[in-house]
């Protein structure tokens, strides 16, 4: 064969696998980018379920520390009450069969109702999560805090609105940064919150983590969108048991409240009318079913004070872990709610 047919067939051979080679390379570049892109896809549906999953939660959370609140504030209303009955018994431990109330002194309840009525007031414009993070760390002791001074030296009880909440959590954080504080950040974690409203503190899957950015290399890309999934699937599996207990744990509070409220109105009603007839509330000349009424107002008080004390997140010993749900206080607590609301209404 002729030397230039010869030289021309191994070009034209060496043509057909450059060209070959190049669909090749164009395939791979294609899938590349279609993985890369994938990935990405995935991962912003991830994220964008994670942002759900908290909002949902948040708003249970919210209810419930919103909840806790009001009905600690309300306890002025017993407290005021209270007081003007004269030679009334003091209320110990209330036993009630098998249930057992704790004892409370009346300027407990006082402070825990000023307290709460601080913070409610700066609840209104507050950012979603504060509330739940009131919850989170028990509501009752965030509303005694509430009574302590700001870094200005005044009374945080005479503060209002957001300025009081603000207060209160630069004092739940060791007092004002500039004072050498933790201020409000360091407040907000002690309150179960990362920072203020952005959500509860679940420990070290803290959720910008499970927002990375994907690489622009495919297997790369790839292998990052499964860990961070693999974060989000945690978190979401969390938040979920805990939008469960907060709204489990709120329903009974309801239950409770709803017994309260009118043993509450009732006693308000009772005690108004002695005073109008003799000018004065003589416990001794009570009914037997008005001091009944009494007995069973202190302990529903004293059931709900104790509801409000649970913590329903405790944070995790390693920053590395998530933090506890509180599931065991949550549930003798309800279990406790349940047996003392038959005492009452039996």
Known sequence: MPLPLIIGGIAAAAGAAGVGSGIHGAVKMKEASDTVKAAQKRNE???????????????????????????????????????????????????????????????????????????????????????????????????VMALGTASTGTAIASLSGVAATNATLAALGGGALAAGGGGMALGSMILGGATLGVGLLIGGLIFNAAGGKISDKADEAYSQMLKNEKKIDTVCEYLERLKFVASEYDDVLQKVEAIYEPHLSKLEKTVANKIVINGICDYNKFADDEKKLLENTVLLVGLLYEMCKVQIVKKAKSEDELNEINEVDASKMIEKSKSALEKVVA
Do not use: H, W
Request: overall charge neutral.
């Open 45 to 143: 549906k991830n994220v964008a379920r994670l942002e759900d999953c908290n909002k949902s939660t948040m708003e249970v959370m919210d209810a419930l520390g919103n909840r806790e609140m009001k009905i600690l504030a309300s306890f002025k209303r017993f407290s005021d009450v209270f007081e003007k009955i004269q030679n009334r018994p003091e209320f110990k431990d209330i036993v009630k069969g098998d249930v057992t109330i704790s004892a409370y002194t009346p300027q407990e309840i006082k402070d825990a109702a000023v307290g709460a009525g601080v913070l409610l007031g700066g609840l209104g414009g507050a950012a979603l999560g504060t509330a739940g993070g009131f919850a989170a760390a028990g509501a009752t002791t965030a509303a």
